[in-house]
């Protein structure tokens, strides 16, 4: 095993981190090298897998980044964007491949990840999935093909402990949209909808979001005019899509050139 690239995971004890480590256990195409949990955090100085409440796997969970970052070809980062910011420098600095799959970004946080991308391959993805990923293609082919007068709405559902919204998934869906549609999706959205909100803007795409219990992912676009309505949906019931998703896309990142990549690249969709 020691021949297949290192990977380095951030987020460990998470949703996302956890189902990652044994995505990449189970691989055989890469080996865990580290594991990356904030400061404080009860698992930092344990081994990984005691602390999963399994057997020893001899990778003891760090709060120690750049240390961790040093052994890697790839480090795969779902966590919060403050953290990805950091990370994205350490990565470049250790010439790492940098999965990222954390959402919630603002529009002068997604800018401020670009020069690190000059020293290392960024690939950033708010879904690693490959049915989400393939609906962006389609939405965009259907937006392209409709005219204004068909409106646009993005429906999304998530489990009770996601902290940001609309989804990353909502806005890629909502950017492929408006881009079939010829638009900019800045100045053409509309969510949050709220009393006396007025008839709804011509040529807008909606944003709603729903939260509660364990659902993994629900997003619909709905195309609605007089008399007819399309829905295109699609529904995770696993993480280890999303997993599964990330991996391919470290693979695939250790023969890229530094820069900025999606899924969309990884895929070759
Ligand atoms: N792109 C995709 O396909 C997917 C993206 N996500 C996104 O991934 C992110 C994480 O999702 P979950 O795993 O559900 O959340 P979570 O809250 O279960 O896990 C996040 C982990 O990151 C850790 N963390 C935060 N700051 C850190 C730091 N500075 N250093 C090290 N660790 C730090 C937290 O302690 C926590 O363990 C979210 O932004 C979510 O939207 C989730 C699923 C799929
Ligand atoms: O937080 C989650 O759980 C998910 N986040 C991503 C998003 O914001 O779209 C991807 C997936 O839907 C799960």
């Known amino acids: 095993m020691s021949d297949v690239p290192g990977v380095v995971i951030t987020g460990i004890s998470g949703r996302m ?20 949990e904030r400061a404080g955090h ?6 990984l897998g005691v602390a999963m409440g399994g057997a020893a796997t001899g990778v003891i969970v760090t709060d120690d980044p750049l ?35 954390t959402t919630g970004f603002e529009p002068e946080q997604i800018a401020a990840l ?50 940001d919204a609309p989804s990353g998934t909502a806005l890629m869906l909502g950017k492929a949209a408006a881009e079939g549609r010829g638009i900019a999706l800045e100045g053409h959205s509309e969510s949050g909808r709220q009393g006396i909100t007025g008839a709804r803007a ?19 676009v709905i195309f609605a005019t007089a008399g007819e309505r399309l829905v295109l949906r699609h529904i995770a019931t696993d993480r280890a899509i999303f997993a599964r998703g990330a991996l391919k896309a470290a693979l695939w990142g250790l023969d890229q050139k530094p820069g900025q990549y999606d899924m969309i690249d990884v895929l070759g969709l």
């Open 17 to 36: 981190g956890q189902m990652l480590a044994h995505t990449v256990a189970g691989s055989g195409k890469a080996r865990l090298v580290g594991a990356v």
């Open 42 to 47: 009860s698992w930092v100085g344990q081994d």
């Open 67 to 101: 240390e961790a970052f040093a052994k890697a070809q790839a480090v795969i980062d779902f966590t919060a964007p403050a953290a990805t910011l950091e990370f994205a420098k350490l990565a470049a600095q250790a010439r790492a491949v940098h999965v990222i799959g």
């Open 114 to 163: 670009e020069p690190a991308s000059r020293h290392s391959v960024q690939i950033r993805a708010g879904n690693m999935s490959l049915g989400v990923n393939l609906l962006t293609k389609l939405v965009q082919t259907v937006a392209q093909a409709l005219d204004a007068d068909w409106d646009i709405e993005v429906v999304e559902a998530h489990h009770n402990r996601k902290v």
């Open 202 to 220: 011509e040529g807008a795409i909606g944003f709603s979001s729903i939260r509660g219990g364990d659902i993994v992912g629900e997003h619909d």
